[in-house]
């Protein structure tokens, strides 16, 4: 009973699905949601994607950056073998590992590398906010100075549409996910403070869906400078 309790949820079952489910629910808005700053970070070279899910995210950026390596984490083994089918003209750039990741560290691989950046789309929402902020903790060691971090997330906004649209709506999903893939987490972590905490700086973001959905870049400088490998002016 414990084992299972504590098992990571799976989306195995749901590896199939996956494009054709996103799209009936939210069509291609969380798609734009993860490639709106695509464009923003063409000069990274290392990149590590935490539950890329279909991994249709990973072969876009494998396509568009020819010089960017990737190493795709998950904890479905279908959901890594749909996204080795996506990527397979750019296998030879693309490390792969199933694991859970409330737990991985980059120090558990074969080849630890220095990242010069994360992406997680629509995956700090199966953690809690304590296990972000250690998440954040153990990737630390592993980062190039000044690496980039692209998250795309769900978000409740304070209006009316919040309160009366997008908050049902979020616990309506947690409660299927639940079902369908054993996700215990039930509600939207505060990843804005766990990040914040381990020393990660917003640099820019953008709502859709009016405010729903989230795309945002952090940068790991301190003190708020620059960003060698950010253009602000690239949109």
């Known amino acids: 009973m414990n084992a299972a309790r504590n098992a990571p949820p799976d989306f195995s079952r749901l590896a199939r699905l996956y494009r054709w489910l ?11 949601c993860r490639t709106h700053f695509l464009p923003q970070i063409t000069n990274c070279r290392h990149a590590l994607i935490l539950g890329d899910g279909d991994g249709r995210f990973t072969a876009r950026l494998l396509r568009i950056n020819l010089q960017i390596r990737v190493t795709a984490v998950d904890a479905s083994p279908r959901m890594i073998a749909s996204l ?14 199933v ?8 120090a558990t691989a074969e080849q630890a590398e220095q990242y ?3 992406v997680t789309h629509f995956f700090l929402d199966c953690l809690s906010t304590g296990e972000i902020a250690a998440l954040a903790r153990r990737l630390t060691p592993f980062l190039a100075p000044s690496a980039l971090w692209l998250i795309s997330e769900f978000a409740i906004p304070q209006s009316r549409f919040g309160r009366a649209i997008a908050s049902p709506l979020i616990s309506f999903l947690y409660r299927s ?4 893939t054993n996700l215990r987490q039930q509600a939207l972590p505060e990843h804005h403070r766990a ?5 990660w ?10 405010g729903l959905l989230v795309s945002e870049l952090w940068g790991s400088s301190p003190g708020g ?8 002016s690239i949109h």
């Open 201 to 210: 700086i917003l640099h820019d973001d953008q709502s859709h869906l009016k």
């Open 225 to 232: 400078e620059s960003h060698p490998l950010f253009d602000p």
């Open 84 to 97: 080795q089918n996506a990527a397979l003209p750019h296998r030879n750039r693309l490390t792969t590992e």
């Open 99 to 106: 694991a859970d990741l409330r737990i991985w560290s980059p």
């Open 177 to 180: 996910f639940r079902l369908l």
């Open 116 to 118: 010069d950046l994360i």
């Open 22 to 32: 996103e799209y009936l629910s939210f069509g291609p808005f969380l798609w734009r």
């Open 195 to 199: 990040l914040g905490a381990s020393g």
